[in-house]
């Protein structure tokens, strides 16, 4: 077994990149890192993840230390094109709902449930507005059609699953939001599909 995920149950990077190589049926050895003791900042995980973030993808001599990158390495690698259409405007709508889950869903909804899960310190009203400006156009983009990107599911929905299924872990409610409540389901639908694991809040 080549592949290896350095994971932590409950982070929503890591579950994205779990979800997809469960989707993709792959055989993989899960490594979980004790994130509440620090395991992430050893200096052992250090060596492999120099930003001690998780997860971490190894295949290999390869390490993919970023959840979207290793969801693309995955695509490539497997040669999935319907997970990431190589034409150049498919290849540019997948980019565009990757930078999101870099950016919009990270200063929203993510933050948010950090602050009221874990006690982070977070500016709570941006985190609010952030995930109201995320969802609103995700709304708009998900009234017209069925997934995020194209026709069918891609690494686009994957890397925006994760966080926006417990957006209500950080005290956000998707209720005026049909559409991405009706998507939420069509991706629990998909064969292979993998829970987000829930915390206590």
Do not use: C
């Amino acid at each position: 077994m080549s592949l290896k995920l350095y994971d932590s149950a409950r982070s929503g990077h890591a579950h994205r990149v779990r979800l997809f190589l469960s989707l993709l049926g792959l055989p993989y050895e899960k490594i979980p890192v004790a994130m509440p003791e620090g395991a992430h900042k050893s200096q052992e995980y250090l060596k492999l993840s120099p930003l001690g973030q998780v997860p971490t993808l190894v295949d290999g001599k390869v390490v993919i230390t970023d959840s979207t990158a290793a969801l693309v390495y995955l695509a490539i690698r497997q040669k999935a094109k319907r997970w990431l259409p190589m034409d150049a405007e498919g290849a540019a709508r997948v980019q565009r709902w990757l930078s999101a889950a870099s950016g919009e869903l990270y200063r929203g909804p993510v933050l948010a449930r950090a602050g009221r899960v874990y006690g982070r310190d977070v500016d709570v009203g941006r985190a609010n507005a952030e995930s109201l400006r995320l969802f609103k156009w995700m709304q708009s983009e998900l009234q017209d059609r069925q997934w995020l990107a194209a026709d069918h599911a891609t690494i686009a929905d994957v890397a925006m699953y994760s966080y926006v299924r417990v957006a209500d872990e950080g005290g956000l409610d998707l209720a005026d939001y049909p559409a991405i409540l009706r998507w939420l389901a069509d991706v629990e639908a998909l064969d292979g599909f993998e829970a987000m694991p829930r915390s206590a809040v």
